[in-house]
């Protein structure tokens, strides 16, 4: 098979050492926080407290708030069409 020559070398769809260097970041964080938690007991009760909070705020309430239903400012009249531009 005959190869051409290509002076321009093929660019990769994903720069690796980007997504390396994010994932990295990302796992640290994580592990930093994960030792901080095994390591202070009272940030193992903050978080137990923050997902309770969130989640009893996911649930919806049984009984909804009475709603205000607006009232027009004055009587509504009906109007009539003329006529003359529909001919």
Same mark, same amino acid.
């Given at each position: *098979? $005959?190869?051409?020559?290509?002076? +321009?070398?093929?660019?990769?769809?994903?720069? #690796?050492? #980007?997504?390396? +260097?994010?994932?990295?970041?990302? !796992?640290?964080?994580?592990?930093?926080?994960? #030792? $901080?938690? *095994?390591?202070?007991? %009272?940030?193992?009760? #903050?978080? !137990?407290?923050?997902?309770?909070?969130? $989640?009893?705020?996911?649930?919806?309430?049984?009984?909804?708030?009475?709603?205000?239903?607006?009232?027009?400012?004055?009587? *509504? +009249?009906?109007?009539?069409?003329?006529? +003359?531009?529909? %001919?």
């Amino acid at each position: *098979m $005959l190869r051409l020559y290509n002076p +321009r070398p093929r660019q990769p769809l994903v720069d #690796w050492t #980007w997504t390396v +260097r994010i994932l990295s970041a990302y !796992s640290l964080a994580v592990f930093a926080l994960v #030792w $901080l938690a *095994m390591i202070n007991p %009272k940030i193992s009760v #903050w978080i !137990s407290e923050g997902a309770e909070a969130e $989640l009893a705020m996911a649930v919806s309430p049984d009984v909804a708030p009475e709603t205000q239903i607006a009232q027009p400012f004055a009587p *509504m +009249r009906a109007t009539q069409v003329v006529e +003359r531009f529909y %001919k």
